[in-house]
C-alpha cells in the first residue's frame, strides 16, 4: 500500500487524529501563521517587483544631451 492509495476515507481519518492529538486552537493557530507567512512572502515578491520596475524605468529615461534637447 502506497501513500498515493490513501482516499478520502483515509484522509478524514487522518485529519479526525491531528484535531485530537493537537486541539483545534492550536490548529487554527498553526493556520493564522502559515496564512501570515504566505502574505508576508507576497508582498515580498510584490515588493522585488515593483523595484525591478523601477530600476528599468530609471535606465529608461531621457539620456539626451542638454545641448541636444536645446536645437529640437
Do not use: C, H, W
Not at 501513500?3 to 492550536?26: D, E, H, S, T
Not at 523595484?51 to 529615461?61: F, G, H
Amino acid at each position: 500500500m502506497g501513500i498515493g492509495n490513501i482516499g478520502l476515507p483515509g484522509l478524514l481519518l487522518i485529519a479526525v487524529v491531528v484535531l485530537v492529538l493537537f486541539g483545534r486552537g492550536k490548529i487554527s493557530a498553526l493556520m493564522g501563521e502559515v496564512g501570515k507567512g504566505i502574505t508576508a512572502f507576497k508582498k515580498g515578491v510584490d515588493e522585488g517587483k515593483n523595484e525591478l520596475e523601477e530600476q528599468k524605468s530609471e535606465s529608461a529615461k531621457d539620456v539626451t544631451p542638454e545641448e541636444e534637447k536645446d536645437k529640437v
